[in-house]
């Protein structure tokens, strides 16, 4: 290949699917000349209707001038037609994650374009190195991988095979950069670097909704208010659409020999079979997010005293903003209890503790009280939602009194069942 750094000038996106439209809607967007082919003419019709509703919209809201709209669909070219691929700079691949496919796919592109074309994969999951067996010259093959929705998400993977060139490389990051977004170049490993990291997230968020440790809606709440995620584990894997989650978790398990961390659900499967893939198709397993429900905190009923054992921010937070609630509080700090860790006990009647791991019922028995277990956050102080789990015999006063004592510092705070 030659060793060249201009820039893309034209590019081609195989495949109108979600992330192919929205790679391609970014890339004209950047004044980049753009084709986006789809064999199935009913499927392009749907991109471009989606495209320029979305542009309709940025005119109606006053985001994008009228001029400009024109010039991104002027940048855009609709084809049923393959060697409509043929002159372009770049070809990106974005059909579904199966491999035998995809070294299809991108053989024809080979076949098709010119000697010195870039030539991506989107693949989220499948081996760089060996697609890269599909492709003539493949000095010129390099995974892009974007994210969904591509025209917002601000990263870009960017995955050398063993064969790339220094230069492919190069013009990608150059390109990443030109689309105003941020790259990370990255081995061709399994999962690569965020599917990777996001595995155990999806996850064990379907763990916890198998084993019945909350509901869905309380799983998503507690990630997105505890740990500052956008989204939460259930509801992303409905956006992103189950059956290409459930694929790509069930590759990076098998490329990982089988480690159990990274082991499928079977929940997750039963949907994928049974059609209920999410937002792509209008079915989801999951109801609407929810409003927590009220739960009635005492009001006359007083905490008079705390005993903070170890420390911790949320006792912390807790004991600052009990002291304004109640002007006549005794506080005590003490050591840390062997046994039982950090934690607080309130008015001699119940412990309250930050999760470690045991539950609130093995904690009761080791103080015989009642116990109570809070959700781990990032910052407690800007934490709007927090989830909690009572020892089975816990009283209805205890369980009044500690909701009141969070509300202090948490405005919403939701027992699990």
Known sequence: MAESNAAIQSAAIIGAGTMGRGIAYLLAQK??????????GNTLNQARDAIVQDLNKKVEQGKLALQDKDAVLANLTFSAEFGAIADSDLVIETIAEHEQAK????????????????????????????LATAVTHSERFIGLHFFNPAPLMKLIEIIPAYFTAQV??????????ALGKRDVVCQATPGFIVNRMARPYYLEGFRLLEEHVARAPQIDRALKA????????????????????????????????????YTPGHLQRSLV??????????????????????????????????????????????QQRATLQWPRLRVEQRPTLPGLGAAIQVNDAFTVSV???????????????????????????DTAYLVAAHSRHASAANKALFLRLLHTAIPQVEFIK
Not at 31 to 40: A, E, F, P
Not at 114 to 123: M, S, Y
Not at 232 to 248: A, H
């Open 226 to 261: 505890g740990g500052h995620f956008r989204m939460g584990p259930l509801e992303l894997t409905d956006f992103i659409g189950q059956d290409i989650n459930y694929q790509v978790s069930r590759q990076i398990w098998q490329d990982m020999q089988y480690d159990p961390r």
């Open 31 to 40: 004044s980049i000349r753009t084709v986006l082919y789809n064999r199935n």
């Open 168 to 177: 492919t490389t190069e013009r990608c990051r150059q390109l990443v950069a």
């Open 355 to 381: 999760t470690d791991g045991r539950t609130a019922n093995q904690l009761a028995e080791q103080t015989a009280a009642d116990a109570f277990v809070v959700d781990v956050a990032l910052n407690y102080g």
């Open 273 to 318: 079979d049974a059609g209920l893939l999410g937002k792509k198709n209008g079915r989801s397993y999951f109801s609407a997010e929810e409003s927590p429900p009220p739960l009635a905190a005492a009001v006359d009923a007083e905490v008079e005293t705390l005993r903070i054992y170890g420390e911790h921010p949320l006792f912390t937070l807790l």
């Open 103 to 130: 070294l299809e796919v991108l053989a024809a592109i080979a076949a098709t374009v010119k000697p010195d074309t870039l030539i991506a994969t989107n693949t989220s999951s499948l081996s760089l190195n060996k």
